[in-house]
């Protein structure tokens, strides 16, 4: 069993900076990637940035330049600093991770945290 517990998120103002961090905890073999996607209301699911245990990063078009993922893999965390928000960027983002636990890797996710940006 894998958990992903997510902190940070809130209210900001457009342009502002935030903070996601992500923890993994419990029983793996390994943990091959981890990300965040988002969702806001009444759109798909999207992700957003990922990278992976050897430190390649993949972004989403809308966030490139402006969101930075990394991961400390000793610790098994992950933060997500996002700057220059903007009010597009309201959604619940969620913390994922691509783990190994026995022989072939799934998939888990975490709770959500809610970021809300003001215009």
């Known amino acids: 069993q894998v958990q992903l517990v997510e902190s940070g998120g809130g209210l900001v103002q457009a342009g502002g900076s935030l903070i996601l961090s992500c923890a993994a905890s419990?029983?793996?073999?390994?943990?091959?990637?981890m990300g965040w996607s988002r969702q806001a209301p009444g759109k798909q699911r999207e992700m957003v940035a990922q990278?992976?245990?050897?430190?390649?990063?993949n972004y989403t078009d809308s966030v490139k330049g402006r969101f930075t993922i990394s991961r400390e893999n000793t610790k098994n965390t992950m933060s997500l600093q996002m700057n220059s928000l903007k009010p597009e960027d309201t959604a619940v983002y969620y913390c994922?991770?691509?783990?190994?636990?026995?022989?072939?890797?799934?998939?888990?996710w975490g709770q959500g945290t809610q970021v809300t940006v003001s215009s």
């Open positions: 994922y991770a691509l783990v190994v636990t026995t022989y072939l890797p799934s998939n888990y």
């Open positions: 419990g029983s793996y073999r390994r943990i091959l990637a």
């Open positions: 990278i992976t245990s050897g430190g390649s990063t």
